[in-house]
């Protein structure tokens, strides 16, 4: 059994950057499409950030240019760089991870399968 484990969230002004781990352990996240997501009070889950098996990654359009997704797997744990953090990019976030075949980058929940706790980003004006 994949397990996600996430941290770095904090509470920052506009404009500075944060940075978030997803620690994983069970497997190996290199066989998986890995993504983050993000809700906000009274809103949907959205998804930020994915990148699939093969390093190929996808971005939503309201943080392309300010996130970048990565992965180190020789510590099997995926990465969210945030710069230039503004307040509606306040939310918890998630990790998660798909096993399945046809994950395609994915930023929609449906492919993935495997979820951590989630960790708080606050940004404030």
């Known amino acids: 059994q994949l397990q996600l484990v996430e941290s770095g969230g904090d509470s920052v002004h506009q404009r500075e950057s944060l940075r978030l781990s997803c620690a994983a352990s069970g497997y190996t996240i290199g066989t998986f499409c890995m993504a983050w997501f993000r809700q906000a009070p009274g809103k949907e889950r959205e998804g930020v950030a994915a990148i699939d098996r093969s390093g190929y990654m996808n971005y939503a359009n309201s943080v392309r240019g300010r996130f970048t997704i990565s992965e180190d797997n020789a510590k099997n744990t995926l990465y969210l760089q945030m710069d230039s953090l503004k307040p509606e990019d306040t939310a918890m976030y998630y990790c998660?991870?798909?096993?399945?075949?046809?994950?395609?980058?994915?930023?929609?929940?449906?492919?993935?399968?495997?979820w951590g706790q989630g960790t708080q980003v606050t940004v404030s004006s």
């Open positions: 998660a991870a798909s096993d399945g075949v046809y994950c395609f980058r994915s930023l929609t929940t449906g492919p993935y399968n495997y």
